[in-house]
């Protein structure tokens, strides 16, 4: 009898029992000798599972009529049809073009800015100016993004420093940027580009830095010039990087900064400003829509879900390097 349960149990598992008990033994032994390893990675385990995996649970409501009252038990399912008003609604095909477009303007130039960024750096023989623009650069990051908006906010005002000094030297009028929905995209893209290029340079860096030095050699040897030596040696070196950086940036595409969005945004720009994020934070939030919220956050997800699936798929037929 017992001999029937392992042979039913292994044609289950699809794994011989031998190879099953070897396996469970390898672990159980690696536990064992990193078991410290495994305490440091448990927290991060369980923040994953609570507040990642846990709240797959509530998707549900996306495909109910959601009451908190009634619960998710209790709720009646309606099926798609909140996907089908987000469909038909007014803000679907502005708010997707407002979203893509925010997305394919931060790929082509904010995140090559740090690319670009490392490049020159690299070419800097003087250390101490080296270390001095790299500081430079490093800071805006730690800055707060509520003091960000704030300092355009107050320098792009009609009485601002921008616009006084537009007045004075070219005799513009002022602007109200911040209030014109056509200024959005160039405001909110410079400044992603300000604030974060020298954060995002610094892996880059890294990856020039592990080049084997004897390529830039013999490439003197043959008497490239510095140029050719970035064009046919330092960019080949860190495609890789570059390659798994703009996978993840992919898997982003449609989750474009709600939270700065939110501080810069008003009524007056919503024709350029407002995307997904933002209008599922007004609908689920201030207007208590949870389940429509939920089924145009859903959306957005999936779509992000299959733009990173298609991204590593063409990585892996063009390259070797991707994710998986």
Do not use: C
Request: aromatic share 14%.
């Amino acid at each position: 009898m017992a001999k029937l349960q392992i042979e039913s149990t292994t044609k289950k598992s699809g794994l011989p029992a031998m190879d099953r008990r070897s396996f469970v033994k390898r672990a159980a032994n690696d536990f064992r000798m990193n078991k410290t390893i495994y305490l440091m990675l448990l927290p991060v385990v369980v923040y994953y599972l609570i507040f990642h995996y846990g709240p797959l649970y509530g998707l549900q409501i996306a495909f109910k009529d959601y009451s908190p009252m009634k619960g998710f038990a209790d709720s009646p399912w309606i099926g798609l049809k909140h996907f089908t008003a987000f469909f038909d609604s007014f803000y679907f095909w502005r708010l997707l073009r407002n979203t893509i477009l925010l997305s394919v303007y931060s790929l082509i130039m904010a995140f090559p800015a740090g690319i670009i960024l490392a490049l020159l750096l690299n070419e800097i023989r003087s250390r101490a100016f080296k270390r001095a623009v790299q500081t430079i650069t490093y800071m805006p990051h730690f800055i707060s993004l509520v003091v960000i908006v704030g300092f355009m906010v107050d320098f792009l005002e009609r009485n601002g420093l921008i616009n006084k000094l537009l007045t004075s030297i070219f005799g513009i009028d002022s602007i109200p940027f911040m209030r014109q929905p056509e200024w959005f995209r160039t405001l909110y893209i410079g400044s992603d580009i300000w604030q974060n290029i020298g954060w995002s340079s610094i892996i880059f860096l890294a990856a020039i830095s592990n080049i084997d030095p004897s390529l830039y050699e013999a490439s003197k040897i043959d008497g490239a010039s510095r140029w050719k030596q970035t064009l046919h040696i330092t960019i080949p070196g860190i495609m890789p990087t570059v390659i798994i950086l703009l996978i993840l940036q992919i898997g982003h595409f449609m989750s474009v900064g709600m939270d700065k969005i939110l501080l810069m945004y008003n009524p007056a720009t919503y024709e350029t400003a407002d995307v997904i994020q933002t209008y599922v934070y007004r609908k689920g939030i201030l207007e208590a829509d949870y389940s429509y919220s939920a089924a145009v956050g859903l959306f957005n997800s999936v779509i992000s879900f299959v733009l990173l699936i298609l991204a590593n798929a063409i990585a892996r037929r063009t390259s070797e390097a991707r994710l998986w």
